[in-house]
């Protein structure tokens, strides 16, 4: 088991934050991979934590006291299985994530396109169901293999069976509660449509709104792919060194997911989505009891999905803000990202997102929720 000398996180996390772990382990293969959890299990109460492209962890100042085990397993194949005019890839965790969508495109695959320029490994698509533009992973995934915490037994789940939700899972560490199932992946397979690589008309709404395409326009997914990734930079979502806009985990704020009630109390300019459609009842009344009166429909409150970037621009934390004397700053390209400057700690990092939290609490009564996982980090 190729146990290796531990490099400091922030050389390892998008970040840029975080101090050398105890121990690590760098599982290049899935025997590897599946051993070295195997071990550290089996040690007990040892802290650890598994690293793909450290694109959604803040790490903390102080050395992690624990096991970091490194998933560098990579590669795809197609596999038998898959519907007419589909192609199923089955990927390894450590695959790169925007590399395996290159090359689908490159293919004339459809079904992962929009989520181009999402920094990170594959591994990490189910845990938060990643999505962007009109796409998640929950509509081209088909199963996982994963390796149990409590058993170290490896099985094949359902992609039904994961809970796969708005940037969620049943796999998904939230911030301040554990996992429903401890779980890490080994693998996951797709099924990708084949669409070639010639214009045509894109169904899903969602996409065609997210990207200004006409319900009659004809796109390429190498169109798609482009557009995105233009659209991506100019947020600073797309890695580039010499940037410190996208020294960052991305979106640092879930959009909050609140009652039918709360969304009223929000300024009507504040974006809003409702989570479940709004359908209307048809009442089916047999003659035979038909006394004249149709009852007045049940109201079901529904939740709504608000944005969590209007609502801290709105709480007055403007792009770029950042605290007195920190290295860490609200991106001046998207407000919902944390940026390290150069050289900030994770402190620095975790003192500007409890700022912005306490903003957005105090002006309009919503706790944001990190969506990074925070390793020896409190907020």
């Known amino acids: 088991m190729p146990e290796v000398a531990p490099i400091p996180l922030r050389q390892l996390t998008t970040l840029r934050v975080g101090a050398a772990p105890e121990r690590m382990i760098d599982a290049h293969t899935r025997d590897e991979l599946v051993a070295a959890l195997r071990e550290v299990w089996a040690a007990g109460d040892e802290p650890w934590f598994v690293l793909g492209g ?4 803040l790490a903390g100042d102080e050395p992690f006291p624990g096991t970091v085990i490194r998933i560098l397993t990579t590669g795809f194949e197609t596999v038998p299985g898959a519907p007419d005019g589909y192609v199923r890839l089955r990927v390894e965790a450590g695959q790169n994530w925007d590399e395996l969508v290159a090359w689908s495109v490159s293919q004339g695959l459809s079904g992962i396109e929009a989520m181009s320029g999402i920094p990170g490994t ?30 170290g037994d490896v099985s094949t789940v359902p992609a039904s069976e994961l809970g796969l939700g708005p940037r969620t899972s049943v796999l998904k560490n939230h911030y301040g509660a554990a996992p429903q199932r401890s779980a890490v992946v080994l693998s996951l397979t797709l099924d990708l449509a084949r669409v070639g690589h010639e214009p045509r008309p894109v169904v899903d709404a969602r996409l065609r709104s997210a990207l200004g395409i006409a319900p009659d326009e004809a796109v390429s997914v190498s169109w798609i792919r482009d557009t995105v990734l233009a659209i991506r930079g100019g947020k600073g979502m797309v890695l580039d060194e010499p940037d410190h806009d996208t020294h960052s985990a991305g979106s640092f704020f879930n959009n909050p997911i609140v009652s039918e009630g709360v969304a009223q109390t929000l300024p009507a300019e504040c974006p809003r989505w409702p989570m479940t459609p709004t359908v209307d009842a048809v009442s089916v009344i ?10 007045p429909p049940s109201h079901v409150e529904t939740q709504v999905k608000v944005s969590a970037a209007w609502l801290i621009e709105n709480a007055g934390l403007p792009k770029g803000f950042k605290l007195p004397r920190s290295r860490a700053s609200l991106s001046t390209k998207h407000t919902l990202a944390l940026t390290n400057r150069g050289g900030a700690t994770a402190e620095e990092i975790g003192e500007l997102a409890r700022f912005v939290q306490s903003r957005v609490a105090s002006e309009f009564g919503i706790v944001l929720m990190p969506e990074p996982v925070l390793v020896g980090v409190e907020l």
């Open 286 to 295: 047999p003659l035979s009891q038909w006394d004249g009166y149709i009852p």
């Open 54 to 57: 450290g694109s959604n962890l």
């Open 122 to 151: 594959t591994g990490a698509a189910p845990i938060q169901n990643v999505g962007a533009y009109g796409q998640e992973i929950v509509q081209t995934l088909v199963e996982v293999d994963l390796i149990d915490a409590e058993t």
